[in-house]
């Protein structure tokens, strides 16, 4: 069974950090396109941020380029560096793997076929 499980959500004040970490189970993803989305209250899930298999490309949505950097280790883990966080960076953050191996980034949630369950990120003014 696959299975993505976000960790590292959590309250910070603006100008905070946070580290997502993303966890799959069940299958290597490590050739597989992988992204972050996120959902606020009454919003629509938009994107993040992106990156393609090792050796990795990303693709940041403009609202946290320079702020946020997204990453990948060997060993099935998707992350994401948060920095200056901003209350409007509050939402549910998901993971998301794409299902076929690839070289390219994957920009819109209907890419994905995997899924996390989401973490809380609040950050507050």
């Known amino acids: 069974q696959v299975q993505l499980v976000e960790s590292g959500g959590g309250l910070v004040q603006a100008g905070g950090s946070l580290r997502l970490s993303c966890a799959a189970s069940?299958?290597?993803?490590?050739?597989?396109?992988m992204g972050w989305f996120r959902q606020g209250p009454g919003k629509e899930r938009q994107f993040v941020a992106a990156?393609?298999?090792?050796?990795?490309?990303t693709d940041y949505a403009d609202s946290v380029k320079g702020r946020f950097t997204i990453f990948r280790d060997n060993a099935n883990t998707l992350y994401l560096q948060m920095n200056s966080l901003k209350p409007e960076d509050t939402a549910v953050y998901y993971c998301?793997?794409?299902?076929?191996?690839?070289?390219?980034?994957?920009?819109?949630?209907?890419?994905?076929?995997?899924w996390g369950q989401g973490t809380q990120v609040t950050v507050s003014s």
């Open positions: 990156i393609s298999s090792i050796p990795s490309s």
């Open positions: 069940g299958r290597t993803f490590s050739g597989n396109p």
């Open positions: 998301a793997a794409v299902r076929s191996p690839g070289w390219r980034t994957f920009l819109e949630p209907s890419q994905y076929t995997y």
